[in-house]
């Protein structure tokens, strides 16, 4: 069993396309939820709930439905974003938007009151209290982001879908470990699936000792 | 500083109203809010301290609305007084670095020596001078609570408003506290305290202070300890009493 230079590959795309996903999806989904948390009405209610809904929705639905979007003849086939990395990154994106929104909104509704009226009573401006409260909000967004990482990294569905598992280019860890099963070459499946695991785990460790650091 | 509200009403969402038509007016050094649990002490601490804005009525801060003003305006009043919770919130970092957030918020420019002798100062009045370098997390609630009072003392704000300060603190640390908080207005004739508590011995250890009963949202009664504590005072005795509190 070895490491040769195309499993180096798919591991180093999975992880950028992963963490881009992811953090494209933070772009929205921490303002997303501070407004909620922030502008609490019975409507925030209907959304979370929405949201929560979404939380554990098929990974391949999500693929079908983007697919059908960028698709030729779909609504944004002009932008030939099909069979692309960029796909995928969009797709995980929006796969773990809801994930991301319903954790940090839970977490922001412990911790946004007492650090902004901390950051209040001692004569923070509105500005300045929500800079006091994301920085202290930093370890729970940072294992919120993790979460949201760990379930692009793991899908299938929309990597499959709307990458199309295409070779050197959009192939990645889980698409590339569904094909070796296909093909019978289980060594080379199970050596993916353990890298997919260490990465998923070493990520997960070192950005709970960052936490810890912090803290 | 006079900080006056006019027929005020508060209402948590969706709909339970915790103040009904509160008319008062800071203007005495040390003001004392009793009443039992649920009477509305917290909402009307934070009405005052100008955190919470309310569903009816109006706060003047001198002669001018303070939820009318733009919000630089309400930012500079809102610098002249602080409010400090009874469950204090503490930032990462230490005892020291929690102290000096408030210059650190507010952007002040002061040597910074001088800032940090001043808050051991005031560790040190409170016996807590080796508390600096430590992590709040690792201290007692009583602790806690002190250096959240002295976080807020270091700024020397005009009015300070405490909600339940003696709650956690033995006899001892409450008569340093209450011995320092008479120190502190007297020093400065612009220096006032508003403090919410259920603990009926601090307006009879507070000399001079001036005492309003809240039950229920409503103030039942007011007016200075020596002058309430008949009828009223007894009568909140009594469901103190009855609460078990």
């Known amino acids: 069993m070895f490491v040769d230079s195309e499993v180096v590959e798919i591991i180093i795309r999975s992880i950028t396309i992963s963490g881009t996903a992811t953090f494209l999806a933070s772009l929205w989904s921490i303002p997303l939820s501070f407004l909620l948390v922030s502008r609490y009405s019975k409507i925030t209610n209907l959304i979370m709930g929405f949201f929560n809904a979404l939380v554990g929705v098929p990974t391949v639905v999500v693929g079908l439905f983007l697919y059908m979007i960028l698709s030729r003849s779909g609504p944004l086939g002009f932008l030939g974003m099909l069979y692309t990395p960029q796909a995928i990154m969009l797709g995980e994106a929006i796969l773990i938007t809801p994930l991301l929104v319903s954790l940090l909104y839970e977490s922001f509704h412990r911790t946004r009151e007492k650090y902004w009226e901390l950051a209040l009573t001692l004569g923070a401006s509105d500005r300045q209290a929500l800079k006091l409260f994301l920085l202290q909000s930093l370890p729970e967004i940072l294992v919120v982001l993790l979460l949201g990482f760990s379930r692009a990294i793991g899908e299938l569905g929309v990597a499959l879908l709307v990458g199309g598992n295409i070779k050197g280019y959009t192939r990645v860890m889980t698409t590339a470990i569904s094909l070796e099963v296909v093909k019978g070459e289980f060594e080379k499946a199970l050596l993916l699936g353990g890298f997919l695991i260490t990465t998923v785990l070493g990520i997960s460790t070192s950005i709970r000792f960052l936490k810890g650091r912090i803290e | ?245």
């Open chain 2, 1 to 245: 500083m006079n900080i006056k509200l006019v027929d005020v009403w508060y209402k948590y969402p969706p709909s339970k109203i915790a103040l009904r038509r509160v008319s008062l007016e800071i203007t005495e050094k040390k003001t004392i809010i009793v009443g039992p649990n649920a009477s509305g002490k917290t909402t009307l601490l934070k009405i005052l301290s100008l955190m919470y804005k309310p569903w009816k009525g109006a706060i003047l801060v001198g002669s001018k609305s303070y939820w009318e003003l733009d919000e630089k305006e309400q930012l500079a009043i809102r610098r002249r007084l602080i409010y400090v919770h009874e469950k204090p919130v503490f930032i990462r970092g230490t005892v020291l670095d929690n102290i000096l957030l408030g210059f650190k918020i507010r952007k002040i420019n002061l040597n910074k020596h001088e800032i940090i002798d001043k808050a051991l100062h005031l560790l040190e009045i409170f016996g807590l001078e080796k508390t600096a370098n430590i992590k709040p997390r690792n201290l007692s609630t009583g602790q806690l609570q002190l250096i959240s009072i002295i976080r807020a003392l270091v700024l020397e704000p005009d009015v300070l408003l405490l909600d339940e300060p003696t709650a956690n603190l033995d006899i001892e640390k409450r008569k340093i506290l209450l011995r320092y908080l008479e120190e502190y207005v007297k020093k400065n004739s612009g220096r006032k305290i508003v403090i919410a508590t259920h603990d009926l011995l601090i307006p009879l250890l507070l000399e001079d202070s001036y005492v309003v009963v809240l039950n229920d949202g409503r103030i039942a009664s007011r007016g200075y300890v020596d002058e309430i504590l008949g009828y009223e005072y007894e009568k909140l005795f009594n469901v103190l009493k009855k609460k078990g509190t």
